[in-house]
């Protein structure tokens, strides 16, 4: 079973719609993410969070909200959808503590989202 | 943050090594420096990271220079499994958040 599970892989919906992508994790990271992917161009930062209480804004936020209900739980809401948010979403995890090297981002297997 | 510049594209053959650099002139005293491997509609793979000079593992070295303005990632005897979007990201273990920039397209031909 994957480290970091995201749900739904694939979903079609409309404009206007409210939609969640679920991620949870196994790994007992404290810090989520979530990323967003568009055709060609690299990941852009929505949302993290480096503890349950702990919520922050990314590069892109606008349109997206995010709900950590537990350690292992990270979740991205569009609460009225639009085409261009039509992309490759990606959660990822990881753990640090103390001093010296950042720790690794561990993806989830990525959530495809099309608003027509 | 630091931002990091990389080529769009490269081009190679399997069996060749492929070196690929990422330029990071504002890199701060505290940065690391860390390179991730990303295919279709897969999320990022960590390859490696380092601070300074050499570090190697099982799949590829990373080379950074003194002024640790720019580093390099080289892959030694690319295969066709290498074709993939290499990502730069420079951050401190304080960081807030981790930004991807385009990354480079790395193209392994037989």
């Known amino acids: 079973d994957a480290d970091v599970t995201q749900t739904p892989r694939n979903r079609i919906t409309k404009t206007g719609k409210r939609i969640m992508l679920e991620c949870s994790q196994t790994?007992?990271?404290?810090?989520m993410y979530w990323y967003r992917q568009d055709p060609g161009l690299g990941l852009r930062l929505i949302y993290y969070?480096?503890?349950?209480?702990?919520?922050n804004k990314g590069e892109i936020s606008d349109g997206y909200s995010v709900s950590r209900q537990a350690q292992a739980k990270f979740s991205l809401s569009l609460e009225s959808a639009i085409p261009n948010q039509t992309a490759l979403y990606f959660c990822?995890?990881?753990?640090?503590?103390?001093?010296?090297?950042?720790?690794?981002?561990?993806f989830g297997e990525g959530s495809r989202l099309t608003v027509l | 943050l630091a931002k990091t510049t990389q080529p769009i594209s490269m081009d190679s053959y399997e069996g060749q090594e492929v070196n690929i650099t990422c330029s990071h002139n504002?890199?701060?005293?505290?940065?690391?420096i860390t390179w991730y491997q990303q295919f279709p509609s897969q999320g990022p793979r960590f390859i490696i990271q380092?601070?300074?000079t050499k570090v190697t593992n099982e799949v590829a070295s990373l080379f950074i220079p003194a002024d640790r303005k720019s580093s390099t990632l080289s892959l030694p005897r690319v295969s066709l499994s290498d074709t993939a979007v290499y990502y730069c990201?420079?951050?401190?273990?304080?960081?807030?958040?981790?930004?991807f920039g385009t990354g480079t397209r790395l193209l392994v031909s037989p």
């Open positions: 990822a995890t990881s753990d640090i503590t103390g001093t010296g090297p950042t720790g690794e981002l561990f």
């Open positions: 790994k007992g990271h404290d810090r």
């Open positions: 969070s480096f503890d349950v209480k702990d919520i």
């Open positions: 504002n890199i701060a005293t505290n940065d690391y």
């Open positions: 380092g601070y300074k």
């Open positions: 990201l420079v951050g401190d273990v304080s960081f807030q958040k981790l930004v």
